[in-house]
């Protein structure tokens, strides 16, 4: 009992992100959570944290920006919300979780979020007719994500659940999940998805955990293939109404009129920019912003949108946090532990699903950004510990 009270306001946390409308709330909880690790650390005994020179980097460059801001007050901000507060959620989540127990606990926070999301969304959509951004299930975009994020916990929770029923609601849930995502009628979500199913099986058959012949991989993999592959068509014709790939090569967020603006632009300027924040592109070049689609007001990719705004140095200091993360799964995944080498598969699909995500639009902020580094927290904290006892 007095564990779980100790974890309730980071179970809360990973419940109520998804919902729009409980800023408040969500804060709260993160101070607490925050709180309870920083009050806790000497018992908690927390292994040294990982990816601290890439973090100090990024954290560094942030900062930095701020000397060259065109808007100094609203980079600040920014940097408030999108590194302040993601930090805050990456250190607590890390510190709290000891063991298996708290992992579950956790995930199934998560997996009640996420039920609740999707019966909220699926209903909205099959009495409207189409996805409102009014409702408590916020906007399609959002929720796609979301859904990026959540599959690989999905994954893990319903691995480290024994009984068959359990895993079959995992299962049912997922479902569940990619049905709501086709509805967002969100394109990029199964290309994410379908990378973190592919890095999945290919991973867990490596290690043997999944036992396949080497054919019956090949034909799981190509499946999954297959699978997104009609999704993504059937999503795009049910926006554009036809299911070219001339479409893709026309999206004016990855065509040459968009794309190559952006880097001259960078180009320009490769060691600053116009100071930390995605609005830095219509802060500082408006020019670049269409004027039949004033949508484009950012770059709609997370590197561009650092070179923007901190230079070369910007996505310099990126690219290495992702690597640090992704190194670091790596050898959870490598080293002997069973549940560290689930953890280094659950963390490896998530950072790879959530790069290709924000390759196409920048959703790397507030609670997208969150909900990513509580959950690399959670899985890095318990991973560290195995590594740590495993001779």
């Given amino acids: 009992m007095t564990r779980t009270l100790t974890l309730l306001p980071f179970m809360l946390l990973l419940f109520v992100l998804p919902f729009p409308g409980t800023v408040a709330l969500r804060l709260a909880c993160l101070a607490v959570a925050f709180l309870v690790a920083i009050a806790l650390w000497r018992k908690l005994a927390p292994p040294s944290i990982p990816c601290k020179p890439a973090l100090l980097a990024w954290i560094a460059v942030a900062l930095l920006s701020l000397a060259w801001a065109v808007d100094p007050a609203y980079s600040l901000g920014e940097i408030k919300n999108e590194i302040l507060y993601t930090m805050m959620a990456f250190v607590a989540f890390f510190a709290v979780t000891r063991d298996e127990a708290d992992l579950l606990r956790m995930l199934l926070a998560l997996a009640a ?26 906007g399609s975009t959002a929720f796609a994500g979301y859904a990026i994020a959540v599959a690989p916990m999905l994954l893990l929770l319903g691995n480290r659940l024994a009984a068959a029923w359990s895993r079959g609601a995992v299962f049912a849930l997922f479902l569940l999940v990619a049905a709501t995502a086709f509805f967002t009628l969100d394109r990029t979500v199964w290309l994410a998805l379908a990378l973190q199913a592919v890095i999945a099986l290919i991973l867990l058959w490596r290690r043997d955990i999944l036992k396949l012949r080497a054919g019956t991989l090949l034909a799981c993999v190509t499946g999954v293939v297959l699978l997104a592959a009609g999704a993504y068509l ?55 912003i ?60 998530l950072v790879a699903g959530m790069l290709l995500r924000n390759q196409v639009n920048d959703m790397f902020v507030r609670d997208e950004a969150i909900l990513f580094w509580a959950l690399n927290g959670m899985l890095l904290g318990l991973g560290r510990r195995l590594r740590s006892r495993t001779p």
């Fill in 113 to 138: 979020g996420a039920l609740l999301l999707c019966a909220l969304a699926l209903e909205s959509r099959l009495r409207l007719g189409l996805w409102s951004s009014e409702g408590l299930h916020g």
């Fill in 234 to 288: 059937a999503v795009q014709e049910m926006r554009f109404g036809t299911s070219s790939v001339g479409v893709v090569a026309e999206d004016v967020r990855l065509g040459r009129y968009r794309l190559g603006p952006v880097l001259h632009r960078i180009a320009e300027s490769p060691a600053a920019g116009a100071g930390f924040g995605r609005g830095a592109l219509s802060k500082a070049h408006r020019d670049l």
């Fill in 290 to 349: 269409p004027k039949d689609n004033m949508q484009l007001w950012h770059a709609h990719n997370v590197f561009l949108n650092y070179g923007l705004e901190m230079g070369v140095p910007g996505m310099l200091a990126l690219a290495w946090v992702f690597v640090s993360l992704l190194r670091e799964y790596w050898r959870l995944y490598a080293g002997q532990d069973r549940v560290a080498s689930l953890l280094g598969v659950a963390g490896l699909t």
